[in-house]
Each structure stands twice: as structure tokens, then as C-alpha cells.
């Protein structure tokens, strides 16, 4: 089914219903997001498990919290860091409300996890982003470049990959074994 507007904000996604699919707000086009696998849904509670146990104070471990990007798009990230101060009741942060965005690759969202999300999520200033890859689970870790890309936008760069472990200091310093997101 097609859908007849390309004109949807953010407000709009604030008045569906609770029992509503899954989606994103992408320039103005909601998409409804396939249902996991058990597999990815294990190693997201897995990282937000891990996540939740070790970082600092003032960050907290999210699932599937939407991240306002523009006024007409939206995305929903696997597994966030989102700062401590962030009121209880919101279910749309900002992107200086996120420290981290993790998705997790499955076959219907390669491209998009791979390129249009940390594409997003770099201009908008998202200042760390986790791609895992399933089957062997692998974490490519990135963060905001020093430099703009070639458009002069924000770009990620690479600083950590590993099917072991990962060790980085932003956005604090850890030292996740990559066998503890693992199912």
C-alpha cells in the first residue's frame, strides 16, 4: 500500500495511537519498520543491558527511542545513550539529548543502517554511532570526524572494529567484550 501524503511531521508521529506499528518519519514519508529478528532483538537487549550496567552516571541506555532529525524526519535507533537529564516522560529526543545511536544490521536494513542513518545521524550532530553486524557479531564503532566530508557536512570515522573486544573513550571510556552482546 502507498501512502497518499509525503507531508508528515513530527507532530504527526506524536498523535498516533500507543498501539501503533513501529515507525520512522523519513522527509515527511512515515515508514513502518519491519519487526526484528530474535536474533537482533537479542543482541539489542544485550547491548542496552551492558550499556545500562556500565556507563557513567550521566548517560542512560535506551531502546528504540525516536530521535527527531528535522521537522519531517524521524528515526528510531536500536540502542541509545541519551543524557541522564532527559525527562522521563518523552518518547522523541533531540539530537543533543544522544551521546550514542546503535543499529544493528539486518538483511532488510543493510543500506539504510549502513549509509542513510549514520549520514543523518552525523549532520545533525550525533557525536557517536555503532554499526553491529550479525552472524558473526561484529561492532564498528565511529565517531564524529574532526574534518567535514567532501559536501562540507559532518562525517563519521571510523575509530574501533572488532568481533573481540572494543575498546574506546567516547563516548566514555569502555571496554566491551563483544561476547557479552552475543546471544
Known sequence: MRQQRADYTLDDLLTLPDDAP??????????????????????SSLLWRWLADHAPE???????VGVALSANTSRQPDV???????????????????ALAVEIVSPGTRWTDRFAKPGEYAAV??????????????????RLG???????????ELVADSADVV???EPFELKLPVAAITP
Open 58 to 64: 550521566h548517560l542512560r541506555a535506551s531502546q528504540a
Open 146 to 156: 574532526r574534518q567535514p566530508g567532501p559536501a562540507g557536512v559532518p562525517q563519521y
Open 167 to 169: 575498546e574506546l573513550t
Open 80 to 98: 541509545l545513550l541519551r543524557r541522564a537529564g532527559v525527562a522521563p516522560d518523552r518518547s522523541l529526543l533531540r539530537p543533543a539529548d544522544v
Open 22 to 43: 513501529r515507525v520512522e518519519l523519513v522527509d515527511g514519508v512515515i515508514q513502518v519498520t519491519p519487526s526484528p529478528t530474535l536474533g537482533h532483538q537479542d543482541i
Open 125 to 142: 550532530g550525533i557525536p557517536c554511532y555503532w554499526r553491529i553486524e550479525q552472524d558473526p557479531v561484529h561492532v564498528y564503532a565511529y
